[in-house]
């Protein structure tokens, strides 16, 4: 049968992650299958490249099908956003060999995690950042941010619950950027605007809840309550609750999927 790949964005907002939950609870690979099978007729089941929590976007997430459909394979975006809610697109379609698994096959994931910093909240924009009203040192939560570089053991950045083997991980990327005024949604010289953080982080894989993990970490950083030269002694540490809070999951997105 071929191997369809698409790579689709979502609003995680509504949804309880990626992951087909029991009991028809709502989920992105369950809407994705039923709109599927309304297409085919057949009973398919999606492979996703990472299983994105409860609020959590994608902007390309990946994944992988087999069909026996004679839809043509540049026809399948269009069938599916035909059918699907308007908070998840399908951006692409392609076959791929017989043995691409959306999962297995990936090199590397990225992410994005986007903290809002102003006085007050803007309604527009809290579904996708992390609002925080208090001014953060970034300069200070970029030199943390290096830390994570490189391979290490991210035990301390894993939540309970985990099915991991191995907290082992390699990050190629972690960094910061400011977006001032609020990425071009407002005017930069706007009264109390504020900016975006944008938190970049690429790795060979992430164990649960890492991303947010990280960042509740890096906003302790950036309030002064802890100093980036106390970050590897967190990581060395292997214990979950040297880390703080965990950061909420609408700032986190998931960027780009490496093959």
């Known amino acids: 049968m071929p191997n369809i790949k698409l790579v689709i964005s979502y609003d995680g907002t509504e949804y309880h992650g990626f992951q087909v939950q029991p009991d028809g609870i709502r989920t992105i690979q369950g809407v994705l299958e039923e709109t599927i099978t309304a297409l085919t007729g057949e009973a398919v089941r999606l492979i996703g490249a990472g299983r994105t929590d409860s609020g959590v976007h994608a902007l390309a997430q990946v994944v ?7 839809i043509p394979v540049e026809r399948w975006p269009i069938a599916l956003n035909n059918k699907l809610p308007q908070d998840i697109r399908v951006l692409k379609a ?17 992410y994005r995690y986007l903290i809002g910093v102003a006085p007050l909240p803007n309604p527009l924009l809290m579904r996708y950042t992390w609002w925080v009203g208090q001014p953060l040192d970034v300069p200070k939560m970029a030199e943390a941010a290096a830390h994570f570089l490189g391979k290490q053991d991210f035990t301390s950045f894993q939540t309970a619950g985990s099915s991991a083997q191995t907290a082992v991980r390699t990050v190629y990327q972690s960094q910061f950027r400011v977006l001032s005024g609020f990425a071009g949604l407002l005017e930069p010289e706007a009264p109390d605007a504020g900016q975006i953080v944008a ?11 890492m991303v947010r993990n990280i960042v509740g970490l890096l906003y302790r950083v950036g309030l002064g309550l802890i100093e980036p030269a106390e970050v590897p002694g967190i990581i060395e540490a292997k214990d979950r609750s040297a880390v703080g809070r965990l950061a909420p999951p609408q700032g986190l997105w998931l960027t780009k999927v490496w093959y």
């Open 94 to 110: 392609e076959e791929v060999p017989a043995d691409f698994h959306a999962r297995y096959s990936a090199r590397a994931k990225s």
């Open 64 to 70: 992988n099908f087999h069909t026996t459909s004679p």
């Open 199 to 209: 938190y970049d982080i690429t790795a060979d894989g992430f164990v649960y809840n």
